[in-house]
């Protein structure tokens, strides 16, 4: 179906035009800083850019840089400008070094030309080792990620094991508590705390927000981070916000309050008892929630989901065991293809989540091996429930995402089951997004859910 775009008022335009003027503005005064501070600085500036903006090639690309390097120091630098280009798991692909010969206040331009490579994400590694002064910079670039694709490691009875656990939470009466906020509200917007049960009878909460105008409203349902508590968000403009916190986390710690060193890994052991299994179940009990609030203006057609992080992984399991989700949205999507996750990790010179915290699990018990964490992992890992994803779907990673491996996101992303599908890739952000996916992201949005 074609999509149907209502214009935009006057004010509309008018407010949108001020905006960008006001951004550009700042933008301005923040280069004119930044450049003060530097001229002030005694380093060699260092700048390395990918031809392509968003840093992604085709396989039958060639790969330019251009390095832009300017001399603060207050005397002649002589060295070398070098680079090595690896694999995401630190095999080496090639290396190519220039002399450096800079005067005080001279730049110099590099051009860095990579041959044709494979499908996969790559690390860029810029050297600067000078009289006074050395650095590295660290860049990746991807090549036809929709190309790169890894195996799933689906149990037998995956869906069996699922279809079971979405029983056993039906037997459990939600007993919905809805209470206003007051304290919370604003003239423009209502603020509910909502309590409900979940599996095993959990007690979880999270918080409604309702604008004051209109009677029915899209549903910007938001799941959340690792060990992060949401809180009412008052940022959603035509949309119904509604934000939960699955067990162990902030107001729903009432049963169970783990910290983030041991949530990852509680009863990790037991398929049936993991962490997970309830807090994915907790996600589901949320869109029984907003199915059941029709009265408060929900629109139960215009539902959708988001989250970053653990929130990515969560997002993905909803939307796969929920067919009411109408669309998702997720950012640096944590646990995906969890074995090519460790694989890429382990190359790292320091440990890093979640990486980290399953090895030291693994090295505290003894005869405990990854096999052993993947066998019960398999039940959890996003992509696995990937293919069973059918609604419209965008990704956002950043490409220095030492967490989420962008190999690993993309793997997920390929498994996806539906064909209306984008991701978007930010090059410098590591675990995390910038301003410009999220402009991006509100009128993909506005176009799935069909909001003028």
């Not at 209470?179 to 999270?206: A, C, Q, W």
């Not at 004051?212 to 349902?221: D, E, I, R």
């Amino acid at each position: 179906m074609a999509q149907i775009t209502l214009p935009k008022t006057p004010q509309e335009v008018k407010k949108e035009k001020a905006e960008a003027k006001r951004l550009r503005e700042e933008a301005k005064k923040e280069e004119e800083a930044a450049k003060k501070e530097e001229e002030q600085a005694e380093l060699i500036h260092i700048e390395v850019d990918p031809s392509r903006r968003d840093a992604i090639y085709k396989d039958d690309n060639t790969v330019t840089y251009k390095v832009k390097l300017r001399n603060t120091i207050k005397t002649a630098q002589e060295g070398s400008m070098s680079y090595d280009l690896l694999t995401d798991d630190n095999k080496p692909v090639l290396t190519g070094t220039f002399p450096l010969k800079m005067k005080f206040k001279e730049s110099k331009d590099f051009d860095i030309t990579i041959p044709k490579q494979a499908a996969g994400f790559y690390r860029l590694n810029v050297r600067v080792n000078a009289t006074e002064y050395d650095d590295t910079i660290r860049r990746v670039f991807g090549v036809s990620p929709e190309k790169i694709r890894s195996e799933l490691h689906r149990p037998a009875d995956f869906d069996q094991f699922w279809a079971g656990t979405l029983a056993k939470l039906r037997t459990v009466a939600p007993q919905y508590k809805v209470t206003h906020r007051p304290d919370k509200s604003t003239k423009d917007k209502k603020v509910y705390l909502v309590e409900m049960r979940s599996y095993d009878n959990f007690l979880i909460r999270g918080w409604m927000v309702i604008p004051t105008y209109g009677k029915k409203f899209a549903v910007h349902y938001r799941v959340p981070g690792y060990g992060v508590e949401l809180h009412p968000n008052m940022d959603a403009d035509d949309f119904i916000a509604f934000d939960i916190n699955v067990r162990g986390t902030g107001n729903s710690s009432d049963n169970i309050k783990l910290s983030t060193d041991i949530y990852s890994t509680m009863f990790i052991e037991d398929r049936d008892s993991y962490i997970y299994r309830g807090a994915y179940m907790d996600c589901i009990r949320g869109m029984d929630f907003l199915f059941a609030a029709t009265e408060m203006g929900v629109d139960t057609n215009r539902v959708y989901v988001e989250g970053g992080s653990q929130g990515g992984a969560l997002g993905i399991v909803v939307a796969a065991l929920d067919k009411r989700v109408r669309a998702l949205t997720v950012q640096v999507p944590l646990y995906s293809d969890i074995r090519d996750v460790n694989l890429v990790s382990s190359t790292y010179t320091e440990e890093v989540f979640p990486f980290k915290m399953f090895n030291r699990y693994r090295k505290s018990h003894p005869g405990y091996t990854w096999e052993d964490l993947y066998k019960v992992f398999d039940y959890y890992d996003p992509q696995n429930f990937a293919p069973l994803v059918k609604c419209p779907v965008l990704l956002g990673i950043g490409l220095l995402d030492l967490y989420c491996p962008p190999r690993c996101s993309l793997a997920m992303y390929n498994h996806l089951g539906t064909k209306n599908k984008e991701f978007v890739t930010v090059p410098n952000a590591t675990h995390e997004v910038d301003f410009h996916y999220f402009m991006f992201q509100n009128n993909w949005l506005r176009e799935q859910l069909r909001i003028p």
